[in-house]
Nanobody, 124 residues
């Protein structure tokens, strides 16, 4: 499975971006998906995740109400809609896929496949 993340860019504070993560392979619909980010000098953190069925989602407190994860299994794509962006959201964003339901969704080692990362920069 290969994951291709896209949609990053430069946006002013208060603006919006939608990230996409396109997956190859016919078993995408069975994968649990997550979006992580890593800011300069900081550890990678899970910001949002969704089970294969969409029945379980996780949101980092700081993005609740602003970010929304969704998936289109017919298109093998997961999305991250980001609204009301803040300068502290600046980071490289990565999508990740897990074949088995993570015990701890926030642990990177629970995920089997990773996208290459897309830069999001929010100016003040």
């Amino acid at each position: 499975v290969q994951l291709q993340a896209s949609g990053g860019g430069l946006v002013q504070a208060g603006g919006s971006l939608r990230l996409s993560c396109a997956a190859s392979g016919r078993t995408f619909s069975s994968y649990h998906m997550g979006w992580f980010r890593q800011a300069p000098g900081k550890e990678r953190e899970l910001i949002v995740a969704m089970s294969w069925s969409g029945g379980i989602t996780y949101y980092l407190d700081s993005v609740k109400g602003r970010f929304t994860i969704s998936r289109d299994n017919a298109k093998n794509t997961v999305y991250l809609q980001m609204n009301s962006l803040k300068p502290e959201d600046t980071a490289v964003y990565y999508c990740a896929a897990a074949r088995s339901r993570p015990t701890d969704w926030s642990k990177g080692y629970e995920y089997d496949y990773w996208g290459q990362g897309t830069q999001v920069t929010v100016s003040s």
